[in-house]
């Protein structure tokens, strides 16, 4: 399996632009999650899926950002606009089943600069 | 979810075993303790995970405590492609919250 998909992985845009990343989680797994990484707050998870239906988005910071999930291979993490305090590393991570004994797959990452 | 404790880094001869504690006296009777570990720039890995009883797999050994107050995960031999930063997390729901971790430095 080619593991956790995250496209694009660098992303350089201007203040105000809106930014979409992607994600396509392991084939068969029923949950999807969302992590943002920056240096002051360390790890932090935004959102997450199961079954493609949002569970809990207590962690998306504002307004300006949205998730998708239209089908079982696909997601989208978006934030519009942007603004410089949004740069950091987004990570999906997928799980088969989502339990807290089941293991979470983390894809590379993308790593995002607002200017 | 539990919070935990851990030393913010750590050295390591290549070779030698290497030794990460983890405190996290507020666990409860369904959490589980997991580990993972972030080498630079990549995403998360997962290491392993227990209950009660050590656990042991092709990448490391699970210790907790007999009150499981504490635990320790050991890397029998580490190479120097085990630097990384070591997250321990109690869990008992959907989400890993991931606290600072260790950064184990691996020296030659």
């Known amino acids: 399996d080619a593991g956790v998909i995250q496209s694009p992985r660098h992303e350089v845009t201007e203040m105000g632009q809106e930014v979409t990343l992607r994600c396509k989680p392991i084939s068969g797994h029923d949950y999807l999650f969302w992590y943002r990484q920056t240096m002051m707050r360390g790890l932090e998870l935004l959102i997450y899926f199961n079954n493609n239906v949002p569970i809990d988005d207590s962690g998306m910071p504002e307004d300006r950002f949205s998730a998708k999930m239209p089908n079982a291979s696909f997601s989208t993490l978006k934030i519009q606009p942007s603004e410089p305090r949004d740069s950091a590393v987004y990570f999906c991570?997928?799980?088969?089943?989502?339990?807290?004994?089941?293991?979470?797959?983390f894809g590379p990452g993308t790593r995002l600069t607002v200017l | 979810d539990a919070k935990t404790t851990q030393p913010t880094s750590m050295d390591c001869a290549e070779g030698r075993a290497a030794n990460l504690p983890c405190n996290h006296s507020?666990?409860?009777?369904?959490?589980?303790v997991y580990w993972y570990r972030q080498i630079h720039s990549q995403g998360p890995q997962y290491i392993i995970h227990g209950l009660k009883n050590n656990e042991t797999n092709e990448m490391a050994s699970l210790i907790i405590t007999e009150d499981r107050k504490s635990s320790t995960l050991i890397l029998p031999h580490a190479t120097l492609r085990d630097t990384a930063v070591y997250y321990c997390?109690?869990?008992?729901?959907?989400?890993?919250?991931f606290g600072t971790g260790t950064r184990l430095q691996v020296f030659p």
């Open positions: 507020t666990i409860s009777g369904n959490e589980y």
């Open positions: 991570a997928s799980s088969p089943v989502g339990s807290f004994t089941d293991t979470q797959y």
């Open positions: 997390i109690v869990r008992n729901t959907d989400k890993l919250i």
